[in-house]
C-alpha cells in the first residue's frame, strides 16, 4: 500500500517568508511524527502526535515553529519568519501498534527546506 | 531528558569485513529499533526489539536488546557496497510515548 508522503520534495524560501509543509501518513495510522535533519547530522525530533491526545510539542525550536493534524490524518508543519538556520530536511513518519508492544515508525522521504 | 549515544560515530570497513555499532542511554526503554537511511531518502525499519535479551537477525543484520534495558547493538556480517548509509538507534519507553532517535553512525566501505 502507499506510504508516508511530503510535499513539497523541495522548498528554497526568502527570509523571513513563512513556509508550509505538508505530511500524508499512512492510512489508519494513529500517531504521526515530524523531525528535522540538518546536513550530516541525526534526527532531532519536532513534536508528536498521538490519536486524539494532546500533542507533544517539546522538540519544537521555538514559537515561529506550529503543527496541525486535521482529522487524524494529514499534518502540516508551519514556519514563520523562516531563518537561514531552519534550512534542513524536515521528516514526517507515521506508526500504527506493530508486534509486540512497541510502534515501528514509517518515514516519508522528507521535505529539503532551503532559507535564502 | 532521554538521551541516546551511538557509537562510533563513523565507520570506515573494507567490503566483507563484519560491522559492530552500539546504542547506550542514560534511561530505560521498553522497545529498541534500528533503522537506516540512505542518501535522499527517510529511514527504514531494520530491526525492532521488544523484550529485554531478545537477539534478532534480519539477514545479514544481527541485534540485541541489553538486559539492563539501557543498551542495544547492530551487527552486520560480511558487509556489501550497499550498506553503505546511516545507521539510526532509536528507543521509545512506553507504548504510546514518542520515539528518541540517537544521533547516527554512518558507514562507509573502502574501495
Known amino acids: 500500500g502507499a506510504g508516508v508522503s511530503q510535499s513539497p520534495s523541495n522548498k528554497v524560501t526568502e527570509k523571513g517568508k513563512d513556509v508550509e509543509l505538508r505530511c500524508d501518513p499512512i492510512?489508519?495510522?494513529?500517531?504521526l511524527y515530524w523531525y528535522r535533519q540538518s546536513l550530516g547530522q541525526g534526527l532531532e525530533f519536532l513534536i508528536y502526535?498521538?490519536?486524539?491526545?494532546?500533542?507533544?510539542k517539546s522538540g519544537l525550536p521555538s514559537d515561529r515553529f506550529s503543527a496541525e493534524r486535521t482529522g487524524g490524518s494529514v499534518s502540516t508543519l508551519t514556519i514563520q519568519r523562516t531563518q537561514q538556520e531552519d534550512s534542513a530536511v524536515y521528516l514526517c513518519?507515521?506508526?500504527?501498534?506493530?508486534?509486540?508492544?512497541?510502534?515501528?515508525?514509517?518515514f516519508g522521504p522528507g521535505t529539503r527546506l532551503t532559507v535564502t | 531528558g532521554q538521551q541516546l549515544n551511538q557509537s562510533p560515530q563513523s565507520m570506515f570497513i573494507q567490503e566483507g569485513e563484519d560491522v559492530s555499532m552500539n546504542c547506550t542511554s542514560s534511561?530505560?526503554?521498553?522497545?529498541w529499533l534500528w533503522y537506516k537511511q540512505d542518501p535522499g531518502e527517510g529511514p527504514v525499519l531494520l530491526i525492532a526489539?521488544?523484550?529485554?535479551?531478545e537477539l534478532t537477525s534480519n539477514g545479514r543484520l544481527t541485534a540485541q536488546f541489553g538486559i539492563t534495558r539501557k543498551d542495544s547493538f547492530l551487527n552486520i556480517s560480511a558487509s556489501i557496497p550497499s550498506d553503505v548509509g546511516i545507521y539510526f538507534c532509536?528507543?521509545?519507553?512506553?507504548?504510546?510515548?514518542?520515539?528518541?532517535f540517537g544521533k547516527g553512525t554512518r558507514l562507509h566501505i573502502l574501495p
Open positions: 513518519a507515521s506508526s500504527a501498534k506493530g508486534q509486540g508492544d512497541g510502534y515501528e515508525q514509517y
Open positions: 492510512s489508519g495510522h494513529t500517531a
Open positions: 502526535f498521538q490519536g486524539n491526545s494532546a500533542p507533544d
Open positions: 534511561s530505560i526503554f521498553n522497545t
Open positions: 526489539l521488544y523484550k529485554a535479551g
Open positions: 532509536a528507543g521509545q519507553l512506553r507504548r504510546d510515548d514518542k520515539i528518541i
